[in-house]
């Protein structure tokens, strides 16, 4: 028996092998509100909890081939969070309290009382919620907490958007479009989209960086050619989109290719066909593309360099990763993972960076992004004769921010050391903006504990309302 009134949104199933039993419960509760299902015995409430899933069994402790508690032993294998009540007489109580000890979850004796076990109902009701807005709450937090995703470094509330957004794409097929500066990790964050979608993890990841090649290797390259389709053909050769068959093909610097090629290309995620250059024969493929840019493709439409039929059919997902300037709170961890990276392999010991280093390489703003900052750390690790890096191992343009701070201090008649924590009281400020002034969001953000943050807001003078206005 199944009625569909669901006004809570819970399912409970009652089994009991009376007929009166199981009528008289069923329509109170479904009078109550909630969605009711009826089993005579263990037996079927078993089979039919293979297709419906039931929030609450409440269920007889005698009843003939199964018992109630042996049919609580095979549901909680089956169904681990279903609530079970039992239901028993008198003299069955303390055999209701062992099976409680087994993970019955409460019991109710006979003759059966409508307000008690609608209370008990409503207790079991209240602690699930409870339980699932726990659960979520800490999966948010743990998602505002993220370090790192794969292998993309960055705690910003901007790459956490994008953590997150990957997530929501994972389980498709869609195709995405990277946008960002060179640099900022738009091939990183194509591995994650790939790696994050359990039916592609372990299928082909095929990249090809289209700026590198001329309009003809690059059809050839993506296509393949056959033998004699040009001078240097000597042999029929395979095409990047065949290789990626069943999985991903990475495209970066997707604004290079030709009219002639882009047309080629829409042919692919439209109909998931092409020919390779020099044959009639039709090749069918079933490919995910990530596309890479970081040109603005509407200036490129635009001046009729970029078709806006690919143009949309590329932009289904569009994913935007910030520079390294916009994002400077995640220097240090990036510094600390590179330092990691690059001492794996090497005998010498280096530690970290000096707070000077750190704050020269905070107040740069890195139009190289992410790709200058390892070379700058690779750089000062292969120099440094020391287990922490100091600014002597910087390249010269990095040791001209030093002395920048050095001369505003001397302009403006500002100490060193103050013109030194200006870059600092500058990210703080961004942190709290990030967040809405909200201590404990930003604190998050920066890496720090709220104390440490209320410390440096103090010593920067920014805990009066007016500071927001600075």
Not at 5 to 24: Q, T, Y
Not at 121 to 143: G, T
Not at 285 to 295: C, H, K, L, P, Y
């Amino acid at each position: 028996m199944f009625n569909h009134i669901n006004h809570n949104g819970s399912h409970i199933l009652v089994v009991d092998d009376e007929p009166m039993v199981r009528r008289s419960l069923s329509e109170m509760l479904t009078l109550s509100g909630y969605t009711v299902s009826a089993a005579s015995n263990g037996k079927e409430a078993l089979k039919l909890l293979k297709d419906y899933s039931a929030d609450i069994v409440i269920t007889d402790m005698k009843m003939p081939e199964m018992d109630g508690v042996k049919l609580l032993k095979e549901l909680k294998e089956i169904s681990p969070d279903t609530a079970v009540i039992l239901i028993t007489g008198y003299g069955s109580i303390e055999d209701a309290v062992d099976a409680i000890k087994q993970g019955a979850d409460d019991y109710i004796t006979k003759p059966i009382v409508d307000s008690e076990i609608k209370m008990v109902i409503e207790k079991l009701i209240k602690q699930r919620r409870l339980l699932e807005e726990n659960i979520s709450l800490k999966e948010q937090l743990s998602i505002s907490q993220r370090n790192v995703f794969f292998n993309i470094v960055g705690k910003d509330q901007k790459m956490q958007k994008i953590y997150t957004l990957i997530e929501a794409i994972a389980k498709t097929r869609a195709t995405v479009l990277i946008h960002g500066e060179s640099g900022t990790g738009k091939r990183l964050i194509a591995h994650a989209i790939h790696k994050h979608n359990e039916q592609e993890r372990g299928k082909p990841f095929v990249e090809v960086s289209c700026g590198a090649l001329s309009e003809t290797l690059l059809e050839s390259e993506l296509f393949g050619h056959v033998k004699g389709a040009y001078t240097g053909a000597i042999k029929d050769r395979m095409g990047r989109f065949e290789l990626a068959n069943g999985g991903t093909i990475f495209l970066d610097e997707i604004d290079a290719f030709s009219t002639a090629l882009q047309v080629k290309l829409l042919r692919v995620l439209q109909e998931g066909e092409f020919e390779r250059v020099g044959d009639t024969h039709t090749v069918k493929v079933d490919v995910r593309v990530i596309a890479a840019t970081n040109q603005k493709l509407e200036d490129l439409i635009a001046h009729g360099k970029f078709r806006k039929d690919l143009y949309y059919r590329l932009n289904i997902i569009s994913i935007e990763v910030p520079p390294l300037r916009e994002r400077k709170g995640d220097i240090p961890l990036l510094a600390e993972d590179f330092i990691k990276k690059h001492t794996s392999h090497i005998t010498k010991k280096v530690d970290g960076l000096s707070n000077e280093a750190l704050t020269i390489l905070m107040n740069y703003d890195w139009p190289g992004n992410i790709r200058e900052l390892e070379n700058v750390i690779e750089r000062a690790i292969i120099l440094t004769k020391d287990p922490v890096i100091n600014p002597e191992y910087f390249p010269e343009f990095l040791k001209e921010v030093k002395q920048g701070a050095a001369a505003l201090a001397v302009d403006n008649n500002v100490k060193l050391k103050e013109a030194l924590a200006l870059p600092e009281k500058d990210l703080i400020i961004r942190a709290l903006d990030a967040a809405s002034w909200n201590r404990n969001e930003a604190a998050l953000a920066l890496g720090i504990n709220r104390t440490t943050l209320y410390k440096k807001m103090r010593r920067f003078g920014l805990l009066t309302t007016d500071a927001r206005k600075n």
